[in-house]
């Protein structure tokens, strides 16, 4: 019997939307620990003092290798690779024909090995291993699969984990037993940690200033140890899944752009046919109110997500006739945080104690995602104006923020926006959606980052 193949699913579904709308599986998994002392004083600690979060489990790998490797990756990345040497790790977001994002992970190169490493969700992993498969450059790749997509026992290649907040160099310096090298933003340095030397990245998922690092995975346990120890004194707090599925709402960068590979010509058909049945593609689920029959509807652009800056027209690539002509334009849209409105929030939660109609779609808290793709929408006198994509809690704002994209000329600053909470027709058959009614949140728009020291000093 032929394997199912992603392009079979959509068929049988009917349509790609079908599909993800009604995926049975959840949110995007953390496989730690949900809280380690409470969601409120970890999210507090990376802004006060400092955390660990153990991010060895949710994120897949790709290691590219070879002559052609950096060859490769330019041709399916929208940003450069001129002068790259990897003495600094590089955000990489290849794109379709149409100019529209696959997703975007974290890419990491050894030049003396020529092997440049991928981090981060399975879609941009599995383009890149389709395309060392057909590219016939001289390349091969090994792969590491996220947990979530093993069998136990969930062993990796490797650990990884981040320490940031105002106190996170104390306790890095303190492992090191001196002071660490000044590294600029995405700066790939070493230090000293638990008897070993590790690889670092400059980085802070949050927005505060902080460390990435990494290692043999049986090594793992032993370095968490040393550095909640040596953290004892600074006020560290283990991160666990709950608060750090809110991180990236003080930082604005957006997690979860729907990959953009369910339509297209020929190419992007093979690509169906080859990603099988029970791919991340194809099991995402789409959740939320915005609703469209058309799935290039929910596709983004580098522009949409603000990655405009990034996007380089000094090589060829796929994607940049398309992304030529969007940047010769005006752009459509802009990337802003959503503030919203505490009393309408409070008002979705009395929905919940009224049992003369449904109530509202339950919150929880202090994430409110429950599905791998969350589209809502924004209206304004009554016209959809942009979408809401990541929805949360932030203690440290007391607000809850959304990060969303909205028509330029409502990007201002303190304009004011409606978000729609809940989906049509009283919810999907999604297993984690009840039946619910929709209930409009007024919210505020505000910059992105929205916490002032992501906006002012991050990457310095």
Known sequence: MSRRSLEDAIQGAGSA????????????????????SNWR???????ETCVIYDQTHHM????????????????????????????????FFPCTASGHVIGDVILFYDAKEQRATLVGRPSVINWVQFHCETSGLNVGFERDDRSADRKPPLLRRKYRYQVQGPNGMKVLEKLNGGPLPPSKFFGIGEMKLAGRKVKTLRHGMAGE??????????????????????????????CGARAYSTNALESGWIPSPLPAIYSGGAEMKAYRQWLPADCYEASASLGG????????????SPYDLGYGGSVKFDHDFIGRAALEKMAAGKPRRKKITLVWDGA??????????QKDQPPGKFMEWPSLVYSVLPYDKIVKDGKTVGISTFAGYSTNERALLSLAMIDTELSEPGTKVTLVWGEEGGGSKKPNVERHRQI??????????????????YRK
């Open 17 to 36: 939307v079908t599909l993800l709308r009604d995926s049975q599986q959840g949110a995007w998994p953390y496989p730690v620990r949900a809280e380690y």
């Open 41 to 47: 004083d970890e999210q507090r600690a990376w802004r």
């Open 60 to 91: 897949s790998e790709i290691d590219v290798i070879g002559p052609d490797a950096i060859k490769l990756l330019s041709h399916l990345g929208a940003n450069s690779f001129a002068n790259y040497d990897g003495s600094r790790a590089k955000q």
């Open 209 to 238: 200033p902080g460390l990435e690092f990494w290692g043999p995975f049986d090594q793992g346990e032993e370095v968490r140890e040393a550095v909640v120890e040596a953290g004892k004194e600074f006020g560290l707090k283990q």
């Open 289 to 300: 109110s915005f609703y469209s029959n058309n799935i290039e509807d929910y596709y983004l």
């Open 344 to 353: 309408d929030v409070a008002k979705v939660v009395e929905s919940y104690f």
């Open 440 to 457: 409009e949140v007024r919210a505020t728009v505000a910059p992105n980052p929205y916490a002032a020291n992501a906006r002012t000093q």
